[in-house]
């Protein structure tokens, strides 16, 4: 739990996240996560990991109704750890597995216009962009365009 903490805490992390991912992030917030991730029947949540340390997280939330075959992908991997094709990796081992083993035919992510690690991360990974949302999200107190990104099978 140490090492969520270490690399969860940066505001770097935060600026291109939701608010609900705290800033600061304290080793309270990272039991709430575990324990979230834990008791959480909606998709898959997994920790990015070294073979000593979590440096990261990836989830696939799952869809219900008519959405039922999608599922919305977030990610995050610590600042000492970008540019290293981390992301890139996760996004395209998640994707696989749910495409192939869960029967999905559709993963899409919205992400920040100006988080360009995470738009080539999707890139690289076989995601396309479906649609840009202008002023599509408000963040310390100035408005972001938000990109759409998705794979399908």
Do not use: C
């Not at 996560?33 to 997280?57: C, M, P, Q, T």
């Not at 899409?108 to 100006?114: E, P």
Request: hydrophobic share 40%; net charge positive.
């Amino acid at each position: 739990m140490h090492s969520l903490t270490q690399y969860a805490n940066n505001r770097d992390i935060w600026l291109n996240m939701r608010d609900e991912f705290p800033y600061p992030f304290t080793s309270k917030d990272a039991e709430l996560f575990i324990n979230k991730a834990r008791s959480s029947r909606d998709g898959i949540y997994l920790a990015l990991a070294s073979e000593s340390e979590v440096i990261g997280s990836l989830t696939l939330q799952i869809q219900d109704d008519i959405r039922r075959y999608s599922g919305v992908l977030s990610y995050w991997v610590g600042k000492q750890f970008w540019g290293k094709g981390l992301a890139t990796a996760a996004i395209g081992a998640i994707s696989e597995y749910a495409f192939t083993q869960l029967g999905l035919v559709r993963i899409y992510a919205k992400v920040f216009s100006t988080n360009i690690g995470s738009i080539r991360a999707l890139e690289k990974s076989g995601f396309e962009r479906e649609g840009y949302f202008r002023k599509g999200v408000y963040k310390e107190g100035k408005f972001i365009d938000q990109v759409l990104y998705a794979k399908v099978v």
